[in-house]
């Protein structure tokens, strides 16, 4: 969400590819868990990101591959520090489409993301965004969220700062947002749509 509206912004929710880039062959955590076991230094590799045995036999092998819990916008200059999105609260996307979240313009802020891996290793997972103004697209985020592995406890990921749109013409009207989560081979994850207004600072 720039300052300033660039000319031509895509929609495009599609990640942008990598130059010579081919996704490697997919594999289950007890895959990775069992390969190469007799190299030392990948087992070390393998168990800081707590790919273990033990690890992989007590998975949920019907838990939902990925969860996003919460979207946060954090800026020292918002009431609070922070206003968010609880995506695992039922009803929270359609009571946004009713009362947007409101941000002061013209501040400087990150969008951070809470969520867990559930039963598979996630390769290159990608944090896709389209900001619209009556209907025209304003603004397209395209961020690394990285590789994770399955665990118990959620991970956080904070994006690198942004500044609020500022002026009469950005305070006009509510900005519809439409975010994507895919991998590196271009599965989708999370899809979902949410809206905030600018207002005076």
Do not use: C
Not at 52 to 79: D, R
């Amino acid at each position: 969400m720039a300052s300033e509206t660039p000319p031509n912004v895509s929609d495009n929710l599609d990640p942008t590819p990598t130059a010579g880039y081919k996704p490697g062959e997919k594999k289950s955590i007890q895959e990775y868990a069992m390969l190469d076991a007799q190299d030392e230094s990948l087992r070390h590799w393998k168990e800081s990101l707590g790919i273990t045995s033990e690890a992989a036999g007590a998975l949920n092998p019907n838990a939902p591959k990925l969860t996003i819990h919460l979207l946060m916008l954090e800026s020292p200059q918002l009431p609070g520090g922070s206003v968010g999105i609880e995506l695992d609260k039922p009803g929270q996307l359609e009571e946004l489409a009713k009362s947007p979240l409101q941000i002061t313009e013209g501040i400087e802020y990150s969008v951070v993301i809470k969520f867990s891996v559930g039963r598979e290793v996630l390769s290159g997972l990608k944090y896709l965004q389209v900001v619209k103004r009556a209907g025209v697209p304003v603004d397209r985020m395209e961020e690394m969220i990285g590789s994770y592995p399955p665990r118990a406890e959620p991970y956080e990921k904070r994006f690198a700062p942004s500044i609020a749109p500022s002026g009469f013409l950005a305070r006009s009207g509510t900005n519809s947002v439409r975010t994507r989560i895919v991998d590196d081979d271009g599965s989708v994850f999370a899809d979902f749509n949410w809206a905030f207004k600018l207002v005076k600072a």
